[in-house]
């Protein structure tokens, strides 16, 4: 499993030590009395990374507003300048306009924000006892395991608690094309599917269900993941962790060229994130002191970041 803190770390060292060895010559700061606009999106986790991104932008000598905006419409502020940057942007769902915003050079992918995303089934590890050889999918063949995921709606087959039908899954194809003895059932709302969730791990209790991370539901609950069969018929039902890119608007390097070599470098850990959004949305902390916190106790991982940036010529 990978350590939080420590693979931040020996990625950061490994930018600084490439970007110092091509270039001594300090970015400028640039525009630094104009605010860097930062797209706020519809979910904590984004949240989280905009807020951390900010604050240390703040500590380099910016000012930074953070702008309501939603995934779609957001390539469109950014395109025009109304926007500066959105850091966290789930590359499975951008629509058509983030391809032709990004051919016109409207706009500018800086790459990977390093987040380490899963999409897929999950079920508590306890029952590894009713389902031994999980997390193999054929554990799910089983007529034991088949038995105590079974409910009445579904019977003689086991439950897979699915995504809300308006959403959309592959949960119900991958099913099918695997005759696997299971039933597709859509959850109302991914409130209910992290309802559902909960109450199985409180009872100990057998659930299998699509889902994703990160997610605050997966910050503290002792789940793993399925390991799905091969994907085969139409690609557009396999199952692949998305990217997630940092995407700025195309002036954004002339304008704030410190700032600019700083995203690049910038990173997010996924287990740190959702300890963090489960804070704001278990625990009802405040994003601001919960991020503020981070960028305090974190300074050995996100200087390297600003030094590299501060290293690069502009």
Known sequence: MMIPGKFLQF??????????STSAMAADL??????????????????????IAGAILQKMGYKVDYVTAGNFPQF????????SASVEIWMNNVGDIFPKTLEAKQIEDLGPLGLETREGWIYPRYMTDVCPGLPDWKALEQPNCVQALA????FPNGRLLDYPADW???????VANNKLPLTA???????ALVAELESALAAKKPILMMFWGPHSALADADVDWVKLPPCSGDKSQC???PDVDKIVWSGFGKKWPAAYEFLKHFQMN??????MMARIEKKGEKIEAVTAEWVEKNQPIWQLWVDAAQASGS
């Open 30 to 51: 640039g525009a630094k009395n104009e605010p860097i606009k930062l797209a706020m999106l519809e979910w904590t986790g984004q949240h989280v990374s905009s807020y």
């Open 270 to 275: 996924a287990h740190e994130q959702e300890l």
């Open 239 to 241: 199952i692949t962790p």
């Open 11 to 20: 990625t950061a060292a490994a930018v600084i030590a490439s970007a110092l």
């Open 168 to 174: 959309g899954s592959r949960g119900a194809a991958i």
């Open 151 to 154: 409910t009445p709606e579904t």
């Open 185 to 191: 059932i859509p959850a109302g709302s991914e409130g």
């Open 76 to 83: 469109s502020g950014l395109a025009d300048g109304t926007l």
